[in-house]
């Protein structure tokens, strides 16, 4: 039987063999298709010449040539895992598949392929446009087996160019070398990309860092430097720059050693003694007997919880009253922590206890033994809620009673990192199962300790260091005291409401503002914060609304007063809460105030300030005559709070301190403007200014008989009035200057006199001439401390610490101010 020809495209059978080849429409196509179907079958058909082909036939080398070359063989992709196959049983194709998720195997990696080019074509010209160009013919390990079936045709054949489009092949099977080469650099690959992932995440953070060192190139200095402190801008030295005609002129006589130099040279050798009588030498042994008799103790105690807190919740009042009976009935059998809380409990009583101040040495005494306490070993038994309790009103006793109130910041930076150690910081909620009585009083303690430390942060011109994402805990509940049960099997809270008068009222008043008050301080004194004028104006809009909001809440607390027979919310309280709230713009503002005396683009910060120093010394009772003196042990409430404000140091005497170089700042500048206006026609309200000053002055004439021992607060609102009547009178520079070199003389012999009165009623030894007794009484005896350097500008720092040197001032530049928007300005 003869062999059948050969099939060819003429054949009708191949059509009849290939069900899944469809014919182009375009006539490109259909070339395409033809080129490509003649490529495949001189492959895949018999190389067998054509009966039809005369020229191979009758070719006896060409015959020989094709009939020499073998048979190309063909390998099946492997679709199993290399795990799988490597063990030789049956994968099914998953990404981990069952048998390496039973043997718990990691990874299940398949092996990757390689197509040959002409199957790839085969790929492309049934898969894609045809005529398109291949990229590359090897595919890479695949992190999940895609398998696509296919049926195959009606006569049970299958099309190889179908198998091939389907399922990817293999030229080599997994055990070979090639394989294990092909895995390895697919392994290379994945590796390589998770390291330029790293890489590339690495690289943004050396960006940012990059970005955060151009940054610090060019940030301003925000602030001043002394010796080894740095004082941010809302510090209050940093306003005393807005006077350098009075300070200039006054830094000219100490270094001429004339007029006034050497009585401020009598005077600060007076101050240094009395201070030196002050300090009283404590023991570790003897802390806790220096408690006054039951009588003034029980003024002290109750002047404390009538006025601090009412305002500032530290003690739970029944409790500390239940142990105050039981210490008068047997002292001996008192515990430590009880007794340092009675003392800065007394401490803090002696400030407003009466006009003169006159426990101020036992108070101070009172101070140091607590400081003293928490100093001795061991530590960890200071790490319990009284422990907490005694360092927060530690922290409010040193800047009351002035005892290193520059160093309250860092007092306050220990207090919150022990609170937060505590776990004060966490919501008694997500803590153990607490009473009412814990878990409230775990939150009000650490309401108190966010708002000290906001203080401390506003009269040091620090950052505050802590942001409200550093916290949960839950602002205290609105109850009183006595709401507070400390019994197992009440662990619910009493209902509260916000509109009732308890004792918690005054103080929620004042958290309501806090979130804002640290955003001021933040943009005011920390480093990276931008020099943005739109963005003062609108802290000043959010600060005028939360002022009216306190307002607001004040004045009903003080109706609901009306109907409770108990004293909850005074007028000292209300004086109190405001004053911290009326800083914040002092604060804001005081980096504008001397440019805004030149530059009109920032002339609303100039206002602001004003307004609300005029504000603060109102509530201060500086700007109309003082009360009458009341006897000591009065409470009246507005009694104590101007007891308060003549004897305390810190804030409470920052705060006038700040609003005095603002009243005399814009009093000086008016003057000025009438003097260079047509017809000198006068200011309105420069009298009105010129009163509160005069006020100012009383204030601080006050301050030295109670125990002040700093002058310069009272020279220097001295020569403030002196330099604005000067120039209204039209006098000359050198007349001007000479006017203040006068009246700083006059007013440091009157000071020399107020010491001398204080040394005397204190008990201090001093000479005629107010030197230290035991000493020569000639001037020559004070030689060594004349030829000391002075300056009167660096002894302005009002604390017991080293001098201030005006002189070693860095200047304070300003960035380039932004544009202003007209809709963040709203009115005062």
């Keep these: 039987m003869a062999p059948s020809p050969p099939l060819s495209l003429n054949h009708p059978s191949f059509f009849l063999t290939q069900p899944e080849l469809t014919l182009p429409t375009e006539p490109s196509q259909g070339r395409a298709v033809a080129e490509t179907t003649e490529v495949d079958l001189a492959e895949s058909a018999p190389l067998v010449p054509d009966a039809e082909d005369t020229d191979s036939a009758t070719n006896p080398s060409a015959l020989n040539q094709l009939t020499a070359k073998p048979e190309k063989k063909r390998r099946r992709p492997a679709l199993s895992c290399e795990q799988c196959r490597r063990r030789k049983i049956r994968c099914d194709r998953g990404l981990p598949c069952v048998n390496c998720i039973k043997s718990k195997i990691s990874p299940c990696t398949y092996a990757p392929t390689h197509v040959p080019a002409s199957r790839t074509r085969k790929v492309v010209s049934h898969g894609q446009d045809f005529g398109a160009p291949v990229v590359s013919s090897h595919v890479p390990a695949r992190s999940a087996p895609v398998i696509e079936s296919h049926r195959p045709s009606a006569g049970g054949n299958l099309d190889p160019t179908a198998q091939v489009s389907s399922v990817p092949s293999s030229t080599v099977g997994s055990t070979s070398d090639t394989s294990t080469v092909d895995a390895l650099a697919a392994r290379v690959r994945e590796l ?25 190139e060019h940030a301003p200095m925000k602030g001043t430097i002394s010796k080894t402190r740095f004082f941010g801008q809302s510090h209050w030295m940093n306003g005393a720059d807005m006077f350098p005609s009075i300070l200039g002129v006054l830094r000219h006589a100490e270094e001429r050693k004339i007029g006034p130099h050497l009585i401020f040279v009598k005077c600060k050798t007076l101050a240094r003694t009395i201070k030196e009588n002050r300090n009283r030498p404590i023991s570790s042994a003897a802390l806790g007997k220096s408690i006054p008799m039951r009588n003034l103790a029980d003024q002290l105690v109750d002047a404390y919880f009538r006025t601090f807190e009412g305002a500032i919740r530290i003690l739970h009042i029944q409790t500390f009253r239940a142990e105050y009976e039981r210490y008068w009935q047997n002292p001996s059998a008192a515990n430590d922590v009880f007794i340092m809380q009675m003392q800065l409990v007394m401490a803090l009583g002696a400030t407003v206890h009466d006009d003169l101040f006159s426990l101020r040495a036992t108070a101070m005494q009172w101070v140091h033994e607590a400081q003293l306490w928490l100093l001795l070993p061991p530590e960890k038994s200071r790490m319990t809620i009284g422990g907490i309790q005694i360092m927060c009103m530690l922290s409010i006793a040193k800047a009351t009673c002035a005892i290193g109130q520059d160093l309250t910041w860092i007092t306050t930076g ?124 609108r802290l000043n809009s959010e600060l005028a609304k939360a002022c009216r909001g306190l307002t607001e809440s004040l004045a009903s607390l003080t109706y609901a007063q009306k109907q409770v027979s108990r004293s909850i919310i005074t007028q000292f309280h209300c004086c109190l809460v405001q004053m911290l709230v009326y800083r914040c713009f002092l604060s804001l503002h005081q980096p504008m105030l001397k440019r805004a005396a ?102 601080t004439q006050r301050r030295l008989r109670s125990g002040e021992t700093n002058i310069k607060g009272y020279c220097f609102s001295g020569a403030c009035i002196a330099l604005a009547d000067g120039i209204e009178k039209g006098l000359s520079q050198e007349q001007l200057d000479q006017a203040v070199i006068d009246t700083g003389s006059s007013m440091s012999l009157k000071s020399w006199e107020l010491l001398k009165e204080v040394a005397e009623r204190e008990g201090a030894s001093i000479n005629e001439d107010g030197s230290p007794a035991g000493t020569d009484e000639s001037v020559e005896a004070m030689e060594g401390i004349v030829e000391m350097p002075f300056d009167w500008m660096g002894d302005f720092n009002w604390d017991s610490m080293g001098e201030f040197s005006w002189g070693r001032q860095v200047p304070r530049p300003f960035g380039d101010m932004d544009s202003v928007d007209p809709t963040v300005v709203s009115q005062f």
């Excluded at 390589?192 to 610090?216: G, M, N």
């Excluded at 955003?519 to 003062?536: C, D, F, G, M, Q």
């Excluded at 603060?616 to 000591?632: K, V």
């Excluded at 409430?637 to 700042?665: E, K």
Aim: hydrophobic share 35%; charged share 25%; net charge negative.
């Design 192 to 216: 390589e990309q998770k390291l330029s992932d790293s890489f590339h995440i690495s690289r943004q953070t050396a960006d940012v860092l990059e970005h955060d060192e151009k940054q610090d």
């Design 598 to 699: 030149e530059d009109p683009t920032v002339y609303y910060s100039r206002k602001v300030s004003l307004d609300s120093s005029l504000k603060i010394a109102q509530i201060c009772n500086l700007s109309h005559p003082r009360y009458p003196s009341a006897p000591p042990g009065a409470l009246d409430p507005m009694t104590t709070f101007d007891r308060l404000i003549t004897n305390g140091a810190g804030l409470f005497r920052v705060i006038p301190v700040q609003t005095l170089f603002s009243i005399a700042m814009e009093l000086i500048k008016k003057k000025e403007e009438e003097r260079d206006s047509l017809g000198n026609i006068p200011s309105v309200g420069s009298n009105e200014l010129r009163l509160v000053l005069e006020s100012a002055l009383a204030w």
């Design 414 to 537: 220990g207090l919150i990192r022990q609170a937060m150690y505590m776990g004060l910081h966490r919501d008694p909620r997500h803590l153990a199962d607490m009473s009412v009585f814990r878990a409230e009083m775990r939150r009000r303690l650490w309401a108190t300790i966010l708002e000290l430390n906001l203080q401390s942060s506003y009269d040091a011109g620090g950052p505050p260091l802590i942001s409200s994402s550093h916290y949960d805990t839950r602002l205290p509940a609105n109850l009183d005291d006595d709401q507070l049960s400390d019994e197992s099997d009440k662990t619910k809270a009493p209902h509260s409401s916000s509109d009732t008068l308890t004792d918690m009222s005054v103080q929620l008043a004042l958290l309501k503002s806090q979130l804002l008050r640290l955003a001021i301080i933040r943009h005011v004194n920390e480093l990276r914060s931008k020099e943005s004028y739109p963005e003062t104006l």
